[in-house]
């Protein structure tokens, strides 16, 4: 959690100016500057490279998960995060009648008299992110809300002592996977002690009651956007949990005017659409689906350039269209499996004979680092609907055996320095039926016992001649 000390910017708009909700906020910044605040690119230690222990160069492997590399999508998210959190204090100047008003009555109560600034009107928005899982769509959330202090401790404003605090700008909640109210606001009141740094706040006892104390913390925090992680939990049912959920939060957009953020897996969209009557509340401020990358896009540009120099092999490879595409391949274009990938395909050829990067090696990474991933049906349908591209060469199974490279001499069959065999190992790495494929674990025992045991293993076809013809 990170808190701020208040220090006010001159606002834009002249109806935002004088208000210091607004005001600490960091100021507006060109798109070039803010990127560098999401960036994460750790120190790549190319000395390290040539470090004669594989054991020192496989640790460093480690920092591929660090990079954050901002991508196109970044852009639209974060503007919009920023106009919503801006629009949702525009109504509540600590320093007006009004903001008075709307911290000292309820939600549904109003004064006899109008404040001299007039009752207060919410003005909270919705927001919308889909994805499917891996595509990177919780790495942007933590990079463009991280620009955001969670807290601002506030002193005094102009030289007037303000009796607001703390303002919280933002808090982030899982959706509870039995659609329970109560859950929900519970988790709620604890993202906020936590932020506020006090003793955790012991719930009401009934839900009419913890609401209510949920929105007056709301309030006294001056939250400025409640973001809903794992939205997709909310699946309908008879019991109509779901439907009360939904209730309360847009209860907290239209009353409390609190701007929400969902984040969700697919089917969430089609969930919005089939049983929310507002569903344009979820989109009023932003709604975006978010998918993996085309290999041509200038997001799968940008972050394969990145990822590729994290290289701790003890000969660099250049990157190659053949290597780039069986990359983007192999990951369907999903950022998280494609740096797993690389990883792991560099942990299996560190401290071997020929640490070169080829495709085989790729592919053996990808088995081990995304075997689980690529069984799923989303993953399945990605990789079907995959059109390659014009003229693209197919690798042939037949190797020229001048090309053959040795195998590594620790006999480790993860390293697949031969290509021609490389399909086969992956496979057994994979398998979990290996005993039932060995139709007779004695055979090599009997071989001993013979005569002639290369032709018995021969006439068996355990010894090959010509493996590179047998096998292809």
């Known amino acids: 959690m990170r808190t701020d000390k208040a220090i006010y910017h001159d606002a834009i708009l002249p109806e935002h100016q004088g208000n210091p909700l607004i005001e600490a906020l960091r100021p507006k910044l060109p798109w070039e500057a803010v990127m560098e605040d999401f960036s994460n690119y750790p ?3 190319e000395d390290i490279a ?13 920092r591929i998960e660090e990079i954050r590399q901002p991508l196109t999508d970044y852009q639209a998210c974060f503007r919009a995060i920023e106009r919503a959190i801006k629009k949702g204090y525009s109504a509540k100047n600590p320093l007006t009648p009004t903001t008075a008003q709307y911290l000292h009555y309820l939600v549904d109560e109003r004064p006899e008299i109008e404040p001299r600034t007039g009752f207060f009107q919410p003005k909270g928005e919705g927001l919308t992110l889909i994805g499917e899982s891996g595509v990177g769509k919780t790495s942007m959330l933590e990079q463009v809300l991280s620009y955001f202090p969670n807290v601002i401790e506030h002193g005094s404003y ?7 605090r703390r303002q919280v700008v933002w808090i982030k909640v899982d959706c509870p996977s039995n659609s329970s109210v109560r859950d929900l606001c519970e988790e709620i009141l604890a993202a906020l002690d936590l932020s506020l740094d006090r003793e955790k706040t012991k719930p009401a006892g009934t839900i009419g009651a913890l609401v209510r104390q949920l929105e007056q913390c709301i309030k006294s925090s001056f939250l400025g956007m409640l973001v809903i992680d794992e939205m997709q939990n909310l699946q309908f049912k008879r019991t109509g ?14 009353k409390l005017g609190v701007p929400l953020f969902f984040v969700a897996n697919p089917p969430f969209d089609l969930t919005l659409l089939k049983e929310l009557k507002a569903a344009r509340r979820a989109e009023s401020g932003y709604h975006h689906t978010m998918s993996v990358l085309a290999k041509e896009s200038d997001s799968w540009k940008a972050f394969i350039a990145q990822l590729w120099n994290y290289q701790w092999t003890n000969v660099y490879t250049e990157l190659t269209d053949e290597l780039n595409n069986s990359l983007h391949l192999l990951s369907v274009g999903n950022i998280d499996m494609a740096s797993r990938t690389y990883r792991e395909a560099q942990r299996l050829v560190i401290g071997s004979e020929d640490e070169r990067i080829t495709v085989s090696t790729l592919e053996a990474g990808n088995a081990i680092a995304c075997g689980l991933s690529r069984q799923t049906n989303e993953v399945k349908d990605l990789i079907s609907a995959i059109v390659l591209p014009t003229g693209k060469q197919r690798r042939s199974t037949k190797v020229d055996p001048q090309k053959v490279l040795t195998v590594d001499k620790t006999g480790d069959i993860t390293k697949p ?28 025992q009997q071989a001993t016992g013979l005569e002639d045991p290369i032709s018995f293993l021969r006439q068996k076809k355990l010894m090959l001649d010509d493996p590179l013809n047998d096998l292809s």
């Open 43 to 45: 120190d790549y230690a």
């Open 50 to 62: 040539d470090h004669p222990d594989p054991l020192v160069r496989d640790e460093y492997l480690n």
């Open 158 to 164: 102009k030289e007037h002592p303000l009796a607001l």
């Open 241 to 254: 949990g779901e439907n009360n959920l939904l209730r309360f939060l847009h209860r907290l957009v239209n």
């Open 417 to 444: 320095q031969h290509p021609e065999f490389s399909s086969k190992l992956i496979e057994l790495l994979g398998a979990v039926d290996l005993l039932d494929r060995i139709k007779d674990p004695d055979i090599f």
